[in-house]
């Protein structure tokens, strides 16, 4: 994986992703050292909409991480579906030094199932490792929720640096793995469908999205690649006449209403 890339790669896919997690557990100086390389140590709550973007390449691709912070919601418990509308990871968040954000991290994950996709992504982080002294929540104990749960689990500290760009990189690198192998998928099933029609049978597509145009006129597709409580990738692309594009682009905010 590596950062930027040629000016005239185009971008290939965007991920939306959400930090998660108690107030002043350190979301947002997570997010500041990975997309800025830069900590505030007396930072307040964020107020109002935050997000950031970092472009990453993975296997020759160009990712944008388009990562959204709860602009102090959290306080009020005011976190709302339109933040998580279109998220396909989180990183939910923890300060080791106060056990309460450890215990409030059932509730988050709840949350966040009831307004997304229960195939979100997601990475449990224990954040201020390097406030050693003052640690309330143990390792193990980290470790062991992430697992019942299922989630990726890392320790981190916004401070020094500490697996801060692991962290968010292991969220990027699992949504591309996950897309990649229903992209694949589908290529594996539009070759089998070709294969019948040239053969000469009879093939009953699946009922598709409807069709619409841009202002352009082109024909623009949509495609499910996962489904479970609704879609968790999204394919979107537009051609002038088939629906079919080597390039695939991730549609994560063409949710109406």
């Not at 307004?115 to 002294?133: E, F, P, R």
């Not at 143990?138 to 692991?166: H, I, P």
């Not at 539009?190 to 699946?206: D, R």
């Not at 499910?224 to 994560?252: H, I, Q, Y």
Request: overall charge neutral; aromatic content about 10%; proline content about 1%.
């Amino acid at each position: 994986m590596a950062y930027g890339g040629d000016e005239q790669q185009s971008q290939d896919y965007l991920f939306k992703i959400v930090l998660l997690g108690d107030s002043s557990v350190g979301k947002s100086n997570l997010l500041a050292r990975f997309a800025r390389n830069e900590f505030f140590p007396n930072s307040k709550s964020t107020i109002g909409v935050e997000f950031q973007t970092q472009k990453l390449v993975i296997d020759g691709k160009e990712i944008k991480a388009q990562i959204w912070d709860t602009a102090g919601q959290e306080r009020f418990r005011a976190v709302t579906s339109a933040y998580y509308r279109g998220a396909v990871g989180a990183l939910l968040v923890y300060d080791i030094t106060r056990r309460q954000t450890f215990d409030s991290v059932g509730r988050w994950l709840n949350e966040l199932h009831a307004h997304s996709d229960m195939n979100v992504v997601t990475i449990l982080i224990g954040n201020k490792t390097d406030l050693k002294h003052a640690r309330e929540v143990s390792t193990a104990e980290g470790k062991a929720l992430a697992e019942a749960q299922g989630l990726f689990f890392m320790e981190t500290s916004a401070l020094d640096s500490s697996n801060v760009t692991a962290a968010f990189q292991t969220v990027v690198k699992e949504i591309y793995s996950i897309l990649s192998r229903k992209v694949f998928q589908s290529q594996e099933q539009k070759k089998s469908e070709l294969q019948s029609l040239s053969n000469g049978k009879a093939v009953v597509l699946q009922s598709e999205a409807p069709r619409d145009t841009n202002s352009s006129g082109r024909w623009c597709w949509f495609l499910d690649l996962m489904a479970t409580r609704g879609s968790l990738l999204r394919a979107v692309g537009c051609n002038d006449a088939d629906p079919v594009s080597e390039k695939v682009v991730l549609a994560f905010f063409k949710s109406k209403g």
